[in-house]
């Protein structure tokens, strides 16, 4: 029996065959999981021969009486959906970036029974950061939708432990770049330097190995873009 047969067989023994009638003529929950397995076949990074990696953010978007049948069961659904992937991803020796997240979306432009998936890979992110360091901080790094504060004297990105921000992205080397931040007068300035990392770096596009950085400036290492974030200062304004 094939993993999406046993999805299948899951899926109706959770919602006693209600899920299955609902979805008689629209888009049937296997086909789903089918096309997220394919959007992991076809999205593979090569980490070594035996390891791969692979999205682990999902969206599947659905015409509005599509997404209308599917809101009564869209958490077991996801639920389904992502351990029948995780199975599928450890059959084929894929790693995810991250956590697997799975989100159903509405799509004006699709009619009744059709979909797409749409995919990405979003490292997971840790810092060292405590929540006094968060609340004082006039900038951030927004990473993969975490905030994370840049403060004086500022602070080491990279995959390894003994970085401050640590990046779960092979394309990270372990200690990749280091952002400096110095505040005086009120005034907040941050530069990025890349310490001799295996891929390097890009800034706003453009692959260079330091840089001074404003609110907006973008960093690019790896599959990981951080960007940016600078508050005024109440007395700036």
């Known amino acids: 029996m094939s993993v999406l047969q046993k999805f299948e067989q899951r899926l109706e023994a959770l919602v006693s065959g209600a899920f299955a009638r609902a979805f008689r003529s629209a888009v049937q929950p296997v086909e789903i999981a089918a096309a997220l397995q394919r959007e992991c076949d076809n ?15 999902f ?8 997404m209308d049948r599917l809101s ?18 450890e059959k084929q020796s894929y790693v995810f970036a991250g956590p697997v997240t799975i989100a159903f979306d509405t799509a004006d432009d699709l009619t009744i029974g059709r979909f797409r998936v749409r ?19 006039r900038a951030f790094l927004d990473v993969n939708g975490t905030r994370h504060p840049l403060q004086p004297p500022g602070l080491v990105v990279g995959r390894g432990t003994e970085a401050d921000l640590r990046i779960n992205d092979p394309g990270v080397s372990r200690r990749h770049v280091e952002f400096t931040v110095n505040e005086a007068g009120g005034r907040v300035t941050i530069t990025v330097q890349d310490l001799g990392s295996t891929n390097g770096m890009l800034v706003d596009g453009h692959r260079i190995t330091s840089a001074g950085l404003q609110d907006g400036s973008e960093v690019r290492i790896g599959r990981t873009t951080m960007t940016v974030r600078v508050e005024e200062d109440d007395a700036d304004v």
Do not use: F
């Open 59 to 66: 969206h599947v978007e659905l015409s509005q009486p599509d």
């Open 72 to 89: 009564p069961y869209d958490s077991a659904l996801v639920k389904e959906l992502t351990g029948q992937l995780q199975e599928h991803a």
């Open 119 to 137: 995919s990405q890979a979003h490292a997971s992110v840790v810092s060292n950061a405590t929540i006094t360091q968060v609340r004082r901080a």
């Open 43 to 57: 999205n593979t990074q090569i980490l070594s021969r035996q390891r791969r990696m692979v999205p682990n953010d």
